[in-house]
Structures are given as C-alpha cells and as structure tokens.
C-alpha cells in the first residue's frame, strides 16, 4: 500500500472508504461478509501477533481466549464509531488511536481479506483500489452526519427496502446503536452523547433516507467527487 501524502493525525477522526477495483462484487454471501467483520474487530488491536487465518483456525474456545486477551490486555490502533460493509466497498468512521494506526489497521484487513478471496476463487492481485480514501472530520456537525451517511448506505442503495430491516443488519454498526447488546469493538459512547435517547437517534438518522437516495451521494460530505454512488 503506498505511503499517503498527508499522514493521518494521531487523535485525528477520519472517514475511510473505498471500493474493489473495477467495482467487482468482493462480497458475495453471509461468510464473506463475516470473514471482514471479524477482521475489523481482530485487527483493530495494536497486540494482533497473530495472522488472522491462523487466527480463524483455532479452535472455538481457544480463539474466543484469544479475543478476549486482546480486549483486556492490548491498546488499540483506531476507535471504530461507524461502519458499512457493502457488495462492493467499506465506510469506516474511525479515530486514530497511535501514530499510523489507521494504515496499519487498513493495510491488515485490506490484505488479509485480498489473500482470503484470491486463494478462494483462484485469482492473484489486488482486490481492492489503493490508496484508500479519507476524509478529516473536522467538527462536531461532520462527525453525526458522516455517521448518518455511513449508516444510511444500505437503504440509499436499495439493498434494504424497509427501514425497520437497518437496525438488524449485521454488516452496519446501526444495529450497535438500536441494540442493547452492541459488539465490543464499535464505540458507540461518542456519536451517542450527541443525543438524549436512541430514539431520537434513529429520527436524526431515518429522516434522511429519501433526500440521501434522491442525491445518491454527498459530495460535502465524502469530499471525493470521483468516489462512485454508494
């Protein structure tokens, strides 16, 4: 992965796209989706020694051990507030925890999931476009509407139909803020403190379907005019 221009600031809060090259649909069905989910959350800790398919292949037990030493024992490379995992490209919203931890944490899981579908279906080279695309959050405004935009995506592009289907999808962190039971590695203390119940998160967030899928995108928010339609 090519070394960035700009370096990503330590304690900076970012959103992070990008998409498969040629636009290919990296994400076929339910295993793939959860083989990146799981490398979000793996790879999110700065002590993650071991490669994640030697990871995968512990045993159920020894890899939950595994997990949870990471999670009292390991500081971490980024804070995961937002995500949405789509058929072919990722939203992040994350804050840069250590110096580099973004392109670190980027550079794993983009990797790690390249060498996990080219040795599936045969194929060599990139998976995915590179660099990767980010954009600094640079106030309170951005961070809930970038939020939003990222949460959205699944209904802007008509994958889901239904509203009422989002805080169930498992591929988007939406379903950590509806949820009482949010997995451990989205932070959702922060976008949170921006509201004074879930409800009037999901009237922030769900008011905006319509207007985001007549716009397709929004440029003020992701900055990257070249960045196709979510």
């Not at 790690?112 to 476009?129: C, E, F, V």
């Not at 009482?180 to 989205?186: E, Q, T, Y």
């Amino acid at each position: 992965m090519p070394s960035r221009k700009i370096p990503l600031i330590t304690q900076g809060i970012y959103h992070i796209f990008n998409r498969s090259v040629a636009g290919q649909t990296i994400f076929r069905n339910i295993r793939e989706y959860q083989i990146f989910l799981d490398l979000l959350e793996y790879y999110s800790f700065t002590h993650a020694k071991h490669r994640f398919s030697h990871y995968r292949r512990l045993e159920d037990e020894t890899k939950k051990q595994t997990l949870n030493k990471l999670y009292q024992q390991s500081d971490k490379l980024v804070d995961i507030y937002s995500f949405c995992i789509m058929p072919n490209h990722y939203h992040l919203l994350l804050k840069q925890l250590t110096d580099d931890g973004i392109s670190k944490f980027i550079r794993q899981i983009q990797n790690s999931y390249a060498r996990y579908i080219n040795i599936k279906t045969q194929r060599n080279g990139a998976l995915l476009q590179s660099p990767f695309k980010s954009v600094l959050i640079e106030n309170d405004e951005q961070f809930i509407h970038v939020a939003r935009y990222i949460h959205l995506n699944p209904l802007t592009s008509y994958i889901l139909t239904n509203q009422s289907e989002l805080a169930n999808l498992e591929w988007c962190s939406y379903k950590d803020y509806c949820s009482a039971n949010s997995r451990g590695f989205v932070n959702t203390s922060n976008l949170m403190s921006y509201y004074n119940s879930i409800d009037e998160l999901n009237k922030f967030t769900l008011n905006q379907v319509d207007y985001q899928r007549a716009l397709a995108k929004i440029k003020h928010l992701t900055l990257e005019k070249s960045f196709p339609n979510p």
